[in-house]
Each structure stands twice: as C-alpha cells, then as structure tokens.
C-alpha cells in the first residue's frame, strides 16, 4: 500500500479513521518517527496494538495524559505515570529513528519535567552482572520505585535474602533476580499473583517510574517557591509540610512548575524532524482543552475566595495555567514549525493540491439494515457481500476485539458454507494468503475500510456496537482474595471444638525451649487459648460485619449444644430438599435440543464476549433444558455479570421450537428493563415479545392476553400480574424468574403451582458463595457468574475529602457526556444538606431524591423518572432497585463512605461502569480522622479494580443474607449461630448424610472433620526473618494446612524457595509436621507424643480401619510396638538426633497408613 510523496504539511482525504495506521506503516512514513496524537486517551492502546500488527518490529511507545482534571486533588494512576516517564526515558537516551509515539492532545499540552530529570536514570541488568543490592535499592528508590512486601504493581519492588523482586514500571509483568553475594545469578519473569515465576529472561531494563523526583535540590527549590508565591502560607498547610519532610502529597504534581528552574514539553525531547500526525478536529479539541484549564483555574479561584479553608483545612492555591500548560500561541507555533499530516474520514479543502494525499479508500459497508430485517439473514448477506469483493480481487480481513468473538464469527460463516477461512497474527502473514481465503484476527478496530484491493470487516460493521475494550493487564481475581480475604486482628472466628472466639493475632511461644506460631483467640471472660498454626484449619471466619457477636465460654457446654441444635436441623433441611430434589427427577418435561446454525446467529448477536462463567451457566442451562427432567436452575451473579443473557438464550431455545416463555420480575422497572433487552436480541427472528405490567393499557392488556392464549405470542414479561387468573398460556415451556425472594408468599406459592412439568430458571443478585453452592451440589442447582465481563472497564476509585470543585466538575463532566449521577448518603438525615449543597454548588441540574420511607408508588415513580432521563442525579440513602441495570449512570458519588460496610461499598460502586465508558466513584471522608477499619477498608476499595473481586469480596460480608435468601430466613439465624464457614462445613455434612439415609447407606456422615494433634518437640513456623510480612505469613500457614499430598508439599516448598530463598530448617520441619498430619488422617490417629524413649500414638474414637492388621503388627514387632489399656499405641525407641527421629515417626505412620488403606470388608 505505498503512497506517493507529498510536500509537507500533508492533508490527507478520504482517509477512514481506523485506517490512519495502515497508511503511516507504509512509504513515504514507514521510515519516519512518527508522533501519533489521538483527540484523547480513551484509544491509544487499541492504536498501539494496530501498528505492531501492521508492524510488529517498528518501536511503539505511549505517552498518555494524567488521568485526572486539570487542577485536581488527586494525583495520576502509577502506570500511568509509570509509562509517561519511562518513555520519555528512553527517548532521552535515544531511541530508533523509525520509532512511533502515542500520544494524545491534552499529553502535548501539557507542561513536564525538563530532559535533565531523566539523564543518569535507567538500569540494564543481565545474568552476571555485578552489582550490590544496597547500590540497586538506591536505584530503585531514586528511580520512583517503592518497597513493598509482595510485588503486584508496576513500580513496586521487594527483598528477601538474596532475591529481589521488582515490577518495571513499563512491564506487563514483574521480574525476579536472584544473587549469589553481588552477582546476579538468575532473572526470571513471574506471576504477580500466583508469585510463581517462568523462564529465564536474558536482560532487563529498569526505568524510571516518576515523572517528579523529590531530590533535596527539588525540595528545596519548591519550598521557596511556594512561600514566595503564596505568600500567607503557614507550615500548617499540609501540602507543603508533606513535601517539605520529602513525603509525596496526593495532587501534588499540580504545582510541578515550582520543583524546577524551567520545564520541557514532549516536543523538547523529540528529534527535528519527527512527523506529527493530527486528526481533522484537532484545534477544535485543543480550543476546548484550554476553555476547560482555564474554566478549572478560575473555579479553583473562586472558591478559593468564597471559603479560604476546605473540610480538612488545606487551602488550595492554583499556579496560573500558563506555568502549567502550553498557551494557545505556543500551541500553534508547534503545528507550524513542525512537519505535520493532518487527517480527515472526508474530502476536503487544503491550501495546495501539492499537500493533497487523496486516499481513495471508503468505510466498509454496515449491515445494519440486513441486522434489523426479519426477512434477511445476515451472514447470508455477509457471505455475498465477501465473495462479491473477492471476485473482483480484493483480500478480505474480518477482525474482532476478541478470540472468542473471532471463532463465533467463524462457526457461524461455516454454517452458511464458507468454509476458506484463516486466522493471521500480522499484516505480513495476510500477504502470504491468497485472495480467495478470507483472513480472519484479532485487532481492536471500530469500523473496517476498502482500499487499493484490502477491504477490512469489523465485527462492529457485522454485527452491530459491540462494548469492547483492549486492556492492558488484567487481574486474576481468585489468586488475589486469598489474601486479601486473611484474618486480621480483631475478627471473628469459630474453633471447632470451642465456638466463636476473636482472634488477637500471631503470637510465637517458647515451648520446651523452641519456637512454635500459634494463632492467639480470646473468650468470654477473657480467656486465651493459643492454637498451633500446623493446626489452623480448626478455625473458620465467622462472616458478617460489624455483627453482634457474643464470644463463646471456653469449657462450657453450650457451643457443643448449639452445634448439636443446627447440625439436627440442617439434616432435616438437607433431607426435605433432596426428598423435592428426587421427585422432580421423577417428572418428565419437554426436552429442548440446540439447532446451532441459528441459535450460533442468535448469540452472535450479544454485544459482549462471554466470560467463562457464564459459559459454564449457559452449558448447565442448555443441558438442564435437552435432559427430559423438568429444570430447576439457579443463576447468581451481580448486575451487569451477564445473568439475563443466559436468560435471553434460554427463552431462545424455547420459543424457537413452539413453546412460551414466561419472564416474571418483582417491580415494573426491572419488567421494562428485560422488555427492552428481549425486545431489541429477538428482533429479526420472528418470534413475538410483549408485556404486560401495570403501565400497560387496557386495550394492550386485553390484546396482550389473548395472545397468550392462542400462542400468538411466544415471549411475554412481566410484574406478578402475570399470576393473575385471566392469564391462560396455551403451551408454557419455560418460566423464568427474577429476584424471587422479592415476590409475597402468596405468589411464591402461585408460582409453584405453575411449575409442574414447566422447566424454572430463577435469578438473583444476592452474593451466594461458591462453598455453599458446592454444599448444595446435587439438591439445588446453581450457577454462579462471579466474573465480569471481559470488557468492563475498571471503575476509576477516588477516596478523597468533601472539595465543592471536584465534586461539581464529577457531575457537570458526567452530564456533559449524556450521563447520570448517583449521589449516595448512609443516612436519611443528611438527605436535606447535601441536596442543599448541590443547589449551591450545581443550580443547572436536575435532582430527584429517593429513599425507603417513600410510598411504594412514589417511590417507582422517582426511580421510572430517573431511568427516562428527567432527572440528572439521584439523591439516595442506597441504591433503589440494586436489580436495576442504568447504563447511563456512570458516576457515583459516596458522601461519608467511612459509614457504610466493605460489601455495601462493593455494591454500591458496582451500580456504575457497565458498558465502554469510564465510570467514576467518588468515596467522600468526613474531615476527621478514620478508624483503623474504616481507613483499610477503603485502601481495599480503592486497591481492588472490581473486576471480579468484588462480587466475590463482598459475598464474605454477605453470606448470611445470601443463605437465607436461598435456604430461608431460619438458616440465617442457625448460621449466626456457628459462623458461616462452618455452617457450610456441616450443610455440606448433611447432605451427604441425608443422601447416604435415602439410599439405604450406613447413616455416618461422609466428612467428619477433627485434626491431629503432634507434638514431636520441634521448631514450627515460619520465621519473621524469612518472611516479613505478618500477612504473608498468615496466609501461607492458611495454604499449608489444606495441602494433602507428597506431591503438594513438594510443590509448596518448591513455591517458597522460589518467592523467599532456601528454606530455613523450621520450614523443613513444618512441611514434614504437614506430610506426617497427612499420614495421621489417613491412619485414623488423632495425637502423636514423642518422647526420649518413644511414641504414644492416639487414634480418633479410639479406632483404627483394620484392627487384625494391627494386632499383626504388634505381635511381629518383637515387644516395640504394645497396645496400652487406654487404647494408646506405644512404640518404644530411641534415636540420635532429630533427624533420625521425624525419619522414624515418619516410617511407622506410613506403615499404619498402609496397614489402614488395607481394612478388611
């Protein structure tokens, strides 16, 4: 695709957007540093990822802008400060002359650190190379690098011995080194998450990761600067007292022109004769960024006068936007003075045809009248339209955001018989294809182009707006909640054997002169009991916050009593449900197969790609449907997860072969919402939706239920009027029902009656953990979506105090945008003051305002008013209608977060950043101080991206409600009774038990859970010196306890020397401690005691599996082995040393193992 040379500066016409960089990766500018600037941010890695497909060898650098407003009180994302400065790092050390950077108007706008900031910084490391640690944590610290226990985050870094962890600030992943004395021995790349490294690297470079260093020179060129600006600035002012004792501030870069003499821009470090590359609107853009500084400089200013302190006492003094940002003469000077392209989707007028580049490429065709025509299949259409441009020549790529959106676009092209298809990884692969395949990959492109014989298809062109994103780095939540899940100090906790406790922290005791961790818990009465950590898996969380919890005696009989009480109920439970469980089994219903031609088209049509969750549910669903049995399925999962999609795929199935649905929701609003989802996936497929609620007509109505009757109508919504006794279904195949523990007991028992023979597909939004649908497993099915969808954005968290500007700038932003706001207050009270407030500080919006002591009607109509746009924000005491799904609000405001719990926060966030727009919460502090609680929980709230960690985070606050939603509201009391993991403990006991009675098994439970007891006079734990981090430590004492084979171990101590360096000797004698328990368990013995002269073994309910092999035993072992009258088994030895002693402690457990997997039958 080379194009001819034009003089410069270029004006480019006819040139699609999204083929900007197909056309830079050719002659003339294939050769050429190119700077690319993007309007904005929001595309810049998906533009990134075009030019390594185009080119993968060509260097790709991002220079982004902050993340935050002009003079904001927050400081920009560390990545994202992470990646502007290594690349202007790199660029002062020099980088190859064909090299592209991607940046963006409001980046080249902006006023930063001058080139000498970064001269000196940099660090290549390599297998071999010398240097100190000492030396390479200076580095690092000067670098912007912060130490940290465990490595997760670019720009953090970690030491353990020899070894020393470090994510660069520009890396997609952290790395490890390891030395031996100063030499660097091994460099490996590793998980931040699983913290397991990969192969060997051969180099790395390290650079710096702040774009403002706090040098004592920096230092103390800002203090004077600051002082001889602001001139009534006290040491009070807690700006300059941070910066002044060398500590970041939040926003601090604000005032970046006052820690340098003189400041750059991003053109001072580019070569002469670098290509700037613009789109058409470019002033315009640029003409609105300086009205927005200037709008910022001026609020700041003005509020600044109208109250000289904010809630937390900082005086807020803004520098003057020329200090801060290029002026509009500066701006223009730099698209003259420079060789620029300017490009433009249309034709246009330019000062010389000899600047004229004339593309002669038009946007790829859009389906979207074959998409929204019943009488027009659209791969059908797809199909033509291919082989159409094939015949006259033309190579045809069809790209998607995703794997999985590419293969669902390739089954279904094979479906309609087009069979010549292969996917490609780059531009030059598509080369080597012949023009009679079509070339199918991976690529973030909105909309497709035809030019010179290449015609490109997008899914989006195909298939219609689909919400996707390239990220990235994603988090893998279930990796992550392991520890962040951990006991802190002062939760509280259930021992088996003596009830709820609260746990006081990590103690190590010297007993019998050598070191053992216990788990410190206090009782009633303040009593301690002290628990050894090789036997922490006799603890479970007690689950719940901020609950009344009454501590158990230790001694007394009560917990026992308790425990008897909810396991007898809970078997009577678990016996009535697989007692229902059964019968259903007995039933016949209609059994539903899949035609995948057409119901691959259906799905292809979902504007998202699956995630694997709900993949999983929707395998179940379908298998439920095909089996014969009359279904009775469960799909938990937050809003937004993707529940009503297995839904919309269900009802397909149904209604496709002759049968109806019924889809029945608690409220109208959520009835409207699934019409409209219904309405808009069905449509094309000639099959009839309708509704039928309290705001449908009469005559509607009337019309609505005679359809019904005669089948006419195939899917049909609704509140519980749908019970109503005027409402007859000719043929109803499935029911599916949304949050039902919101219907009356009236309707839940109409619902009942409605099911015989009817497959049931139920869904909710209340947490339900994955432990206690693994308790049910066989009694009641269940699906549970705890993961987002893949394309989620992030919810961008700010934790911040009360500040008037930034909160009118966050609503005005979001209005501008077309959005809506949710303003959240824990209280009623402070309903009245803050809608005060916003009439002050926001006189031009809308304010609707809703809470629970509102009349049911007025209520919906405040909530169906909001939803229809007539109002801006809602002012509430919570989120109404947590079912509703609002992708119009976007975000969130949270006024004294500090009151509401961890989970409420999690869901509270999770109502904003459904769909391809960034979405904002703002948690707002009191100007006190926080609690200790109240300040982790929200560092947890502002760490955690919500994508995915935080249904299933906030699921532990709320497990109780979440049981007794699914199991009754008795079983919410019985689970504050024991705790909720040990409630689901024994759940899962008897349903086993409760199963094993009906099929005339021995009535014993399945699981019976108790722990060894070993005392072998041995050092355990693992020591501070070892791991540091108390939290750490913790969670791998939580880990240990649950490994059950040789091979586990293994690979645990394999996973420590990796992390943390060789193993010390008390960690090799806790993981034999751990392998002999696994010993015990199997061989039934429930203490072991040694001594100078022997063994004393104790067998749990004085009992072993095979009692003729052990009489055997000791009747071979020549008088070693003897059976006490206390049913204890002594073995009488005496050896050397330690060594030898766990050796043959070791050798008799495994005998008895052996002995035990041999029982007679």
């Not at 083929?19 to 993007?38: A, I």
């Not at 190579?395 to 279904?412: D, H, N, Q, W, Y």
């Not at 993961?787 to 979001?814: C, H, K, Q, S």
């Not at 108790?1010 to 981090?1029: A, R, S």
Request: hydrophobic share 40%.
């Amino acid at each position: 695709m080379p194009v001819q040379s034009k003089s410069e500066p270029i004006t480019v016409i006819n040139c699609p957007s999204d083929l900007e960089p197909f056309l830079l990766g050719y002659s003339p500018f294939k050769e050429r540093f190119l700077v690319y600037v993007s309007l904005d941010d929001s595309d810049l890695f998906d533009r990134a990822q075009l030019f390594r497909f185009i080119d993968p060898q060509r260097p790709v650098l991002l220079f982004p802008t902050w993340d935050t407003l002009p003079y904001d009180r927050i400081s920009p994302r560390q990545d994202i400060i992470g990646e502007r400065s290594a690349t202007l790092s790199l660029l002062e050390q020099g980088v190859a002359p064909n090299t592209i950077i991607m940046t963006s108007l409001a980046a080249i706008l902006q006023r930063i650190p001058p080139q000498e900031n970064f001269q000196g910084f940099g660090l290549t490391l390599h297998k071999g190379k010398n240097i100190s640690r000492q030396e390479l944590t200076m580095r690092l610290e000067a670098q912007g690098y912060h130490r940290v226990e465990i490595v997760r985050e670019p720009s953090e870094y970690a030491l353990r011995g020899n070894l020393v962890d470090v994510f660069p600030a520009h890396s997609l992943h952290p790395y490890r080194l390891d030395f031996f004395g100063d030499e660097l021995e091994t460099l490996k790349a590793f998980d931040p998450l699983s913290q397991r490294s990969a192969g060997e690297e051969a180099e790395l470079k390290l650079l710096p990761s702040k774009e403002l260093s706090l040098t004592p020179q920096t230092i103390a060129r800002f203090r004077q600067g600051y002082r001889a600006t602001f001139l009534d600035t006290t040491d009070q002012d807690p700006l300059y007292e941070s910066v002044s004792a060398g500590r970041p501030y939040p926003g601090m870069e604000q005032w970046l022109p006052l820690f340098y003499s003189k400041l750059s821009t991003l053109q001072d470090y580019l070569p002469a004769d670098a290509l700037w590359c613009f789109d058409a609107h470019f002033n315009e853009a640029a003409l609105a960024r300086f009205e927005q500084i200037q709008e910022h400089y001026q609020a700041r200013k003005a509020y600044l006068k109208e109250s000289k302190k904010l809630g937390d006492g900082f005086i807020y003094h803004p520098l003057p936007p020329e200090q801060l940002y290029l002026s509009a003469k500066e701006f223009e000077d730099l698209t003259k003075k420079n060789s620029t392209i300017e490009f433009h989707s249309f034709q246009t007028q330019a000062s010389s045809e000899e600047n004229i580049l004339d593309c002669q490429a038009r946007r790829a065709k859009d389906f979207h009248l074959e998409r929204n025509s019943p009488d027009i299949n659209v791969f059908e259409a797809l199909k033509e339209h291919i082989q159409s441009l094939q015949n006259l020549g033309d190579k045809v790529l069809i790209t998607a955001p995703s794997f999985g959106a590419i293969s669902r676009l390739e089954t279904a092209l094979k479906d309609h018989g087009f069979i010549s298809t292969r996917q490609i990884n780059d531009l030059k692969s598509l080369e080597d294809v012949p023009h009679t395949i079509l070339g199918l990959c991976v690529l973030p492109l909105d909309h497709g182009f035809s030019l010179g014989g290449f015609s490109v298809l997008t899914e989006q062109d195909i298939l219609g707006d689909k919400q996707t994103k390239t990220t990235k780095r994603r988090r893998r939540s279930d990796l992550f909640l392991g520890e962040a899940s951990n006991l802190t100090t002062g939760d509280y906790v259930v021992h088996m054997d003596h009830g709820i406790g609260q746990y006081t922290g990590l103690m190590t005791l010297t007993i019998n002169d050598l070191p053992h961790d216990c788990l410190a818990l206090i009782y009633e009465g303040g009593d301690k009991l002290f628990v050894p950590v090789e036997n922490i898996e006799v603890l479970s969380r007690y689950g719940g916050e901020d609950s009344f919890v009454v501590l158990d005696r230790l001694g007394s009989a009560s917990w026992q009593a308790r425990k008897a009480r909810v396991k007898k109920n809970l078997l009577e439970m678990a016996s009535g449900l697989i007692k229902i469980a059964a019968e259903r089994q007995l039933e016949n219903a209609e059994s539903y197969k899949i035609e995948p031609g057409q119901f691959n088209e259906f799905c292809a049509r979902f504007p998202y790609t699956e995630t694997e969750d709900q993949l999983i549910a929707l395998d179940e669903t379908l298998e439920d449907l095909s089996a014969g049995k009359p279904m009775d399925r469960l799909i938990c999962g937050d809003v937004g997860f993707g529940k009503t999609e297995i839904a919309i795929r269900a009802a397909f199935v149904v209604a496709s072969q002759g049968k109806q649905v019924a889809i029945i929701a608690p409220t109208t609003l959520l009835a409207r919402q699934h019409y409209q989802n219904f309405q808009r996936r069905f449509q094309g497929f000639g099959l009839k939706v309708a509704q039928l609620s309290r705001f449908t007509t009469p005559k509607d109505a009337s019309l609505i239920k005679e359809g019904i009757k005669d089948g006419t109508i195939q899917v049909v919504i609704g509140t519980h009027s749908l019970l109503g006794k005027g409402i007859h279904f000719l043929n109803l195949g499935l029911m599916i029902v949304d949050e039902e523990q919101h219907f009356g007991v009236k309707q839940k028992e109409h619902l009942k009656s409605l099911q015989a023979n009817v497959h049931v597909l139920t869904l909710t939004a209340t947490p339900i953990p994955r432990t206690l649908q693994m308790a049910l497993t066989g009694v009641r099915d269940m699906s549970i979506i705890a993961t987002p969808p893949v394309d989620r954005l992030a919810v961008r968290t700010f934790v911040m105090p009360f500040d008037g500007v930034m909160i009118r700038e966050a609503i005005l932003r979001e209005k501008y945008r077309g959005g809506q706001i949710f303003y959240v207050t824990p209280r009623i009270e402070f309903l009245e003051k803050i809608q005060l407030q916003l009439q002050e500080l926001v006189p031009e919006i809308k304010v609707a305002m809703a809470h629970g002591q509102l009349p049911p009607r007025a209520l919906e109509k405040t909530m169906l008013d909001f939803c229809d746009g007539r109002y801006d924000l809602l002012l509430a005491t919570n989120i109404i209608e947590s079912g509703l799904d609002i992708p119009t609000v976007n975000t969130i405001i949270v006024d004294r977060a500090d009151l509401f719990g961890l989970a409420q926060l999690y869901q509270i966030r999770g109502r904003v950043g459904r769909t391809k727009i960034r979405a904002y919460a703002y948690l707002l502090l009191p100007p006190t101080a926080l609690s200790t609680t109240s300040q982790k929980r929200l560092e947890i709230m502002q760490t955690l991206d919500n994508l995915g960690a935080g249904f299933q985070l906030a699921s532990h606050d709320m497990d109780i409600r979440g049981a007794g939603n699914l199991l009754g509201d008795q079983q919410s009391g019985h689970i504050r009774e024991v705790g909720i993991e040990l409630y689901q403990q024994m759940l899962e006991e008897a349903v086993e038990e409760a199963r094993n009675r009906q099929g005339n098994k021995a009535a014993e439970p399945a699981v019976d859970h108790w722990t060894p007891q070993l005392n072998l006079g041995l050092p355990v734990l693992i020591p501070e010196h070892y791991v540091h981090d108390l939290t750490v430590r913790l969670h791998l004492y939580q880990r240990l306890v649950h490994l059950n084979a040789p091979a586990e171990i293994e690979d645990f101590a394999i996973e420590l020397i990796d992390r943390f360096g060789p193993l010390p000797l008390e960690v090799t004698y806790l993981l034999e401690i751990i392998y002999l328990k696994t010993l015990c368990r199997a061989a039934n013995i429930d203490k072991v005691d040694i001594g100078d002269k022997g063994i004393v073994l104790g067998f749990y309910k004085n009992s072993f599996p095979n009692p003729e092999g052990l009489i055997t035993m000791i009747q071979n072992s020549q008088g070693t082995i003897r059976l006490r009258p206390d049913q204890k088994l002594v073995y009488i030895h005496t050896w050397s040393d330690i060594d030898q002693r766990l050796k043959g402690i070791k050798t008799i457990l495994e005998e008895l193992k052996s002995l035990a997997e041999k029982k007679s039958f």
